[in-house]
């Protein structure tokens, strides 16, 4: 019995892994005609766990490539990464057919680019969400001249969405959570902290935020990105608990937050993160309050352009408010609902932080 | 007159005497002074918690209940300590320890902890419990299955790649005729074919049972993930927006304070899950088929003698388990968030499988083991928001220890239908 209880959990957990087989599916679009430097020119990419349509930053990320493909006729591809063990042998396959760039996705990634750039001095490389040459994980290694970070302070715009939200609470309790606890998830969480915070002191007011203690820096967490069912709990769980505006961080996850929304009857809103919720996720629209958005897509076609024009630089890109990096996405169907005073100080709040007057601190921001 | 008693004594049975097991009252006692020391006497003396015992939807509310959150960890955890003496008594004695002092002992230590962790906030119980029986829903669904396959002798990994199946077939069958029956019908149908599979392979061709298990897992979530890219993203409207059931109050029962909206005022597919719970104990263990069926499972060489069809017996019941996995797929989809999503059971159907081994492979027991990991898994939700000393991660962790800790301690050995796993081959 023992024996096949271990059996039974060993496979288990083989099933688990056995989600990513071979590093299989290959995207590939021809380019167009154009000149004969930019159509030799291969933009590579490889996805995290999400896949290519994650609905967030892997698919922001292709967008990001393919509207460089239009710009100049080059070509573009993709290689998806099923488990954490694809990540090498992807980054590598790609390094042997001579791509001019190879854009990885995603902080997990990190490792696999770092190594491959070392080994591969020749080759360019952009990563999202991850700087690797500040990574404490990698110190001692030598930083590399051929990896440019994209980075984004998604803080400064999640603190215009903790404001707005405060302000537009009916119960003065305003939700968050998280899918796993990573930098590039608490950030969220701390800009909107934050922002709620500026609220209750500008208007001397007493809304709540639940899911997230910034001085902490702990909070609610789903364990994953892929499980609707457990966010939609999550959320009840808050909504229970008096929010009635929910920020899940949580990608696939955070959909479920928008199926309890739907399901309230138009008592709760939800912010978005990453990508417009109104148009990635257009069946649960009508609750989206805002969203919370990362320029990915810009910075990787401008990253690619660059190297196709031979500008490349290994300065990382901060994506932030001055640069339209990241900001607040209409309200869409709220437009209408957000007190035009309010709006008006949410604009205000932004040309402050623009301009410095107010300096959005996270410990998670992106270090360069 | 006397009447002559002296009849030739009965002889006298040798008495068997079982070794004495301290390992509940040990158990107990150790969480008990653990109770007692961290929860009661290291508590802040000054704070309350309060129970808040409603949730909005009752007829007449029940007032919050607020206690002294020091006193009462220390009263629940003397309760514990009481429980566990008891224990100690009873193994002396050689007798084991009955359910509801287990039971007993687990509510007193739950509340203590809870006065403890929730020391000058509100904790919702009733929202509490709600949320336990969602998240135990396909749970329980997945146990059944197993426990229809196994109590016959077939051992089902494939209730992960089943309960997917269902999610798939009822989201695409419910956004297409826009009817939550014929979604239902569909995720029934999606098991049967994957049980059907495992039944071809495992039953009538001896393949390993588990090996087949596996195989089908990776495969469902292959195909599913598949037709999930190529189509039901490109055209949501059509192929990927099922309608969702509604919560439906039962009149009078969920009025019952607390239970009542726990237990009555959930979605179809939560009443489904009792029936089909209550089928199938009753059907192993009142009928014929019942009785044939754990005949197979433990000694099929016997069942064969009198006359059962072993095979077709087993193949029947990995169909039927099949089809109540199927059936808890439709949960994901119709009965929570609408859309079907990539490997939206997310590991759900390997828990349940834990669940009923866990339940010692009874329909009721593995009723108790989901509910525990929902319970777990739910609390843990619940303390992260209201705030806890204990970090996220930690609490994430919680409904594997919660069981590691009953499994350990608490329940009995489990012990497998005998003939579980082992393929019959007739000589």
């Known amino acids: 019995m023992k024996t096949r209880v271990l059996a039974v959990s060993a496979l288990a957990a083989l099933t688990l892994a056995a989600c990513g087989e071979a590093p299989s599916d290959e995207g590939a679009t021809g380019g167009a005609t154009g000149g004969t430097a930019a159509a030799d020119f291969l933009g590579c990419m490889v996805t995290d766990q999400g896949g290519i349509d994650d609905r967030s930053f892997n698919a922001s990320a292709w967008e990001g490539l393919q509207a460089a493909e239009q710009d100049l006729g080059i070509q573009v591809k993709y290689v998806t990464s ?19 760039i190879i854009v990885t996705v995603g902080f997990s990634l990190g490792d696999a680019t770092l190594t491959a750039a070392q080994a591969n001095a020749d080759e360019k490389f952009a990563i999202v969400d991850e700087n690797p040459d500040a990574d404490p994980d990698t110190d001692g290694v030598q930083p590399t001249e051929n990896i440019k970070p994209l980075l984004f302070n998604t803080a400064e715009a999640a603190y215009l969405a903790g404001y707005l939200s405060a302000g537009m609470s009916e119960s003065g309790t305003v939700g968050t959570f998280g899918g796993i606890k990573l930098p590039t998830v608490a950030v969220f969480m701390d800009g909107f902290a934050d922002g709620v915070a500026k609220y209750n002191e500008d208007k001397g007011a007493d809304v709540k935020l639940l899911g997230w203690d910034k001085a902490k820096q702990d909070g609610l967490f789903a364990g994953k990105f892929d499980s609707p ?33 739907q ?14 919720g109104y148009e990635s996720a257009s069946q649960y629209k009508e609750v989206f309050l805002t969203t919370v958005e990362k320029g990915i897509a810009n910075a990787v076609e401008t990253a690619t352009v660059e190297t196709v024009n031979g500008q490349f630089t290994n300065t990382p890109f901060i994506g932030t408010l001055a640069n339209d990096g990241v900001g607040l996405a209409p309200y869409h169907d709220f437009e209408s609902k957000v007190p035009a005073e ?3 100080e949410v604009e205000a709040l932004k040309e402050q932080i623009i301009d410095g007057t107010i300096v959005v601190e996270s410990a998670n921001s992106p270090q360069t | 007159m006397a009447l002559d008693t002296s009849a030739p004594p009965a002889p006298v049975e040798p008495e068997i005497q079982l070794p004495i097991s301290y390992k509940a009252p040990i158990t107990m006692g150790v969480l008990g002074v653990f109770a007692l020391v961290v929860f009661g006497l290291m508590g802040d003396p000054a704070k309350t918690t309060t129970f808040d015992l409603t949730i909005g939807t009752e007829a007449f509310a029940l007032p919050d209940v607020a206690v002294p959150s020091m006193a009462f960890s220390v009263v629940t955890a003397v309760l514990c300590l009481i429980v566990a003496g008891y224990a100690l008594v009873r193994a002396r ?13 687990g509510l007193a230590f739950i509340l203590s902890f809870l006065s403890w962790v929730a020391a000058g906030k509100t904790l919702p119980v009733t929202g509490l419990l709600q949320g336990t029986i969602l998240l135990s829903v396909p749970l329980i669904f997945g146990a059944q299955s197993g426990v229809l396959c196994e109590r016959a002798g077939v051992v089902n990994i494939a209730i992960e790649g089943q309960l997917l199946a269902g999610a798939f077939m009822s ?10 029956w014929l979604g239902l019908l569909a995720a029934v149908v999606a098991g049967l074919l994957v049980a059907w599979v495992l039944a071809v392979f495992a039953v009538t061709y001896f393949v390993d049972q588990v090996i087949v298990g596996v195989v089908i897992n990776t495969l469902v979530l292959g195909l599913t993930s598949f037709f999930y890219t190529a189509v039901l993203s490109q055209n949501v409207e059509t192929w990927n927006s099922p309608p969702v059931m509604q919560r439906i109050a039962i009149p009078v029962l969920s009025d019952i304070p607390i239970l009542g909206p726990v237990l009555f005022n959930q979605s179809l597919i939560v009443y489904l899950m009792y029936v089909l719970v209550a089928v ?12 044939r069926v754990r005949a197979v499972g433990e000694h099929p060489k016997a069942a064969d003698t009198v006359g059962i069809d072993v095979n077709r017996v087993r193949f029947r019941n990995v169909l039927l388990g099949g089809m109540a996995a199927g059936l808890g797929g439709a949960f994901f989809t119709l009965g929570s968030v609408g859309a079907f999503g990539k490997a939206m059971t997310a590991g759900k159907g390997f828990i349940a499988l834990a669940a009923m081994i866990f339940g010692r492979w009874s329909p009721l027991g593995a009723v108790g083991a989901a509910l525990l990991f929902g319970f777990a898994d739910q609390l843990q939700q619940v303390l992260s928001i209201i705030g806890t000393p204990i970090p996220s991660q930690f609490m994430l962790m919680a409904p594997y220890l919660a069981t590691l800790f009953v499994v350990a301690g608490l329940a009995g050995r489990s012990r497998a239908p005998a003939a579980d796993g082992v393929p019959y081959i007739k000589s």
């Open chain 1, 82 to 100: 099923k488990s954490e063990s694809d990540y090498t042998p992807n980054v590598n396959s790609l390094v042997a057919e001579d791509c001019g």
């Open chain 1, 229 to 261: 069912t457990d966010g939609k709990n999550l959320a009840s769980n808050l909504i229970q608990q008096g929010a009635d505006i929910i920020m899940p961080v949580a990608g696939g996850t955070g959909l479920g937050a928008a199926q309890a929304a």
């Open chain 1, 263 to 276: 399901e309230s009857g138009g008592k709760v809103a939800i912010v978005w993160v990453d990508t417009d």
């Open chain 1, 342 to 344: 309010l709006s008006a």
């Open chain 2, 93 to 105: 004695s050689r007798r084991r320890v009955p359910w509801w002092a287990i039971l007993a002992f």
């Open chain 2, 171 to 180: 989201a695409v069958v419910g956004s297409l005729t826009n009817n939550i």
């Open chain 2, 280 to 291: 199938v104990h009753v059907g192993l263990f009142r009928t014929r088929w019942g009785l």
